[in-house]
């Protein structure tokens, strides 16, 4: 008696996705509740879980495949008739003579994401050497960057050199090398964030003003705090917690760089919920801190660690992507010295926060060295002037250069 997994409610508006990877294959042992597949939609990545335990079944729709909510993908047989209901599935790959597809990977079979699967080509690494940190172990396109990075390089081989230096044909050396190209259809998920900023562009009057902050006294206090810090409130003290409350503050001192405009109406609120960027499987999500003005910058820690955690298992809810009044981008973490965000409509502002670097800067006549960081906020010039665009990156700089400023809300 087979069980049809069918595609789970995706959240409000939302009808369709994309069959992102299939977690199990025909004739895997399956329990109940078990991720069998990934679905993408315009927001987030969603896991289709089994609804009973048993075998996995045959896959009724392809990797790539559009389906709607409520329609069927895969059956889910009975245990003992797991072997029977799918034969060919189980069998076809040992008839097919081996292909160079991908490692085959030791023991237990890991399921390879096609983003994955295209990175261990690249690097040309074996997944079975490798220690997954996704969910479930699964590999990520982090770790198979990281064990390339690890792996020994091979010594150039001189045959191509001394074609060239006996005054042959350069391009005989070269016949051997392969040019290859690949066409990969865009996940929902990046489909809906190129239009969306390019429908910011086309929309808003967006112009980018910048400012540099000087780090000193956030990199002291988190120095000084940091192991008591983590031990009472169970997660590290970083640099994004100062700098979504001080954003809180001058957005309050700032409101239009908090507001937004719905047709001739400027909407103004009374709340901050900001929007972080955080790293996940597929690329960057972006969850809302909601009420970001009544959080402490330890409660404002635990939100982002928790985001980032559910984020690379897969676990955000789209409803936690919602929203937002205000957006901070932290391109410093990959090393970024300088960049024009692009605002995430609706919202009229963005800012983009860059890498720390020593760099001499003259204070009290003196040349001395400081860590710095540039700011950039990108905003919309029909609602935001550019007095209070440079008037809110002072009251963030003020804050972030004397931190008791956050503790007195001044």
Known sequence: ??????????????????????????????????????????????EVPSPVAGVMGAHAVK???????????????AAGAGAASAPA???????????????????DAVALSPSVRRAVLEHGVDPSTIQGTGK???LTKEDVAAAAQAKPQPAAAPAVAGTASNGGDATAGRAGSSRREERVKMTRLRQTIAKRLKEAQNTAAMLTTFNDVDMTAVIEARAKYKDLFEKKHGVRLGFMGFFVKAATMALKDIPSVN????????VYHDYADISVAVSAPNGLVVPVIRDAQDLSVAGIEKTIGDF???????????????????????????????STPIINPPQS??????????????????????????????????????????TFLVALKNAIEDPTRILIDL
Do not use: C
Request: charged letters at 25%; hydrophobic letters at 45%.
């Open 1 to 46: 008696m087979a069980t049809e997994v069918l595609v789970p409610v995706l959240g409000e508006s939302i009808t369709e996705a994309t069959v992102g990877e299939w977690l199990k294959q025909p004739g895997d042992p399956v329990a109940v509740d078990e991720p069998i597949a990934s679905l993408e939609t315009d927001k987030v990545s969603v």
């Open 63 to 77: 990797v790539g495949d559009t389906v709607e909510v409520g329609a069927m993908i895969a059956t889910i047989e």
């Open 89 to 107: 599935a189980a069998t076809a790959p040992a008839a097919q003579p081996a292909t160079p597809a991908a490692p085959a990977p030791s023991g």
């Open 136 to 138: 479930d172990g699964r």
């Open 259 to 266: 507001a937004s405009i719905e047709g001739d109406e400027i």
């Open 308 to 338: 980032g955690r559910r984020a690379k298992d897969g676990t955000l809810k789209m409803d936690e992507m919602k929203g937002g009044t205000f957006t901070i981008s932290n391109g410093g973490v990959f090393g970024s010295l300088m």
């Open 349 to 390: 502002a963005v800012l983009g926060l860059h890498r720390i670097e020593d760099r001499p800067v003259v204070v009290n006549g003196q040349v001395v060295v400081r860590p710095m960081m540039y700011l950039a906020l990108s905003y919309d010039h029909r609602l935001i002037d550019g007095r209070e665009a440079v």
